[in-house]
């Protein structure tokens, strides 16, 4: 990948684990670690940067799946802090922001969901379709443990937590579809394969992959799953060939994606070096003692598989994708160890300058 000058200017705040939408020439960002801040960019008029928008009505979410349907952009759980009990928790609530209008809308929605880090996706025949997520009991009640002990036993907890098998954290397996006039969320299909968390998804033409993400705390899927949208099916899972983390038997969570020159193309993402290897040797706290690294890594998609086309000036994750004219945009999300990341970056042809 290339990393072109881009002119267009930085998000003003940043905006790690948030969510984002595209409709025409608009852009929108915001939530995650920019809490309930929310901001749109003209591309028609880039001059007047990035504009405060209405902000989000409740806690911000980390971490929500979010999708653009029409002219709504519907935010879907994700974890937010609880004031009763002093600790993170997940959210149950799905929003929806008009972008004509300007305003944020709390869908009449009441079931049991597991969002958090799921992705959701637009289907022309069901609608908003949600793959993933994490355990919404397990999640909770890790949170409120780790809150309530002594250091010492949160470390006991939290080895013990960890060191279980993928099938103990019961990430949802379901392929599940809401209707946004009815509120209500249905199951379609189960995931013949391991769910995942933090993966990256895209379409084009009828199809969905689903980029690598975790499928434990800590383990990423050496692979990129590809469904089929119109007959709601996985059809199979997709090799990525070349590179470090790939090569290594890892993958990644919470990359960037995009479709460039009819190409879908993922970039960046965060990952454990070893920890598959840790877990396929009976190591199941897989990623215990390894140091969390951000990829610099891009990769297209070419025929069956997946190839290392060159990498990004620096690593990269829990950002914002666009897809331009002129080329994939990256902006937000953070790099090495946490630090936030305003600049923007162009993703153009299939070299790295």
Known sequence: MMKVETMLPALPVAVV????????????????????????????????????????????????????????????????????????????????????????????????????????????????????????????????????????????????????????????????????????????????????CGSALLQQDGLAWLISGEVKPGLRRNGIVRLDTARCEVMATEAVTGGQVFGGGDGVASPFAGILQQTPVFAGGTYFPGAAKNYQAGSLFAHQGLEKRWSDECFVRTGEGWQLAGKLPAGRAHGCSFVLPEGILLTGGDSQDGVPVLENWLLSDMSVN
Request: glycine content about 10%; hydrophobic content about 40%.
């Open 17 to 196: 684990s948030g969510a984002c939408g595209q409709s025409g020439q608009r852009l929108f960002a915001g939530l995650g670690s920019a809490g309930q801040a929310w901001f749109g960019l003209d591309l028609t008029n880039t001059a007047a940067g990035w504009v405060a928008l209405a902000p989000f009505p409740a806690e911000a979410p980390q971490q929500p799946a979010y999708v653009t349907l029409q002219d709504r952009i519907f935010v879907l759980g994700g974890s937010v802090w609880d004031q009763r009990s002093a600790c993170m928790r997940q959210s149950t609530r799905i929003w929806a922001y008009d972008m004509q209008q300007d305003v944020w809308h709390c869908m009449p929605f009441e079931q049991h969901s597991d969002f958090l880090g799921a992705v959701a996706f637009a289907d022309p025949q069901r609608g908003l379709m949600v793959a993933g997520g994490y355990h919404r009991g397990q999640f909770d009640d890790f949170c409120i443990r780790m809150n309530s002990l002594a250091q010492e036993e949160k470390e006991r907890f939290r080895s013990d937590y960890m060191a279980r098998e993928i099938a103990g954290f019961h990430w949802n397996q379901g392929l599940r579809r809401f209707d946004t006039r009815t509120a209500c969320l249905d199951l379609v299909t189960e995931n013949p394969l391991l769910a995942t």
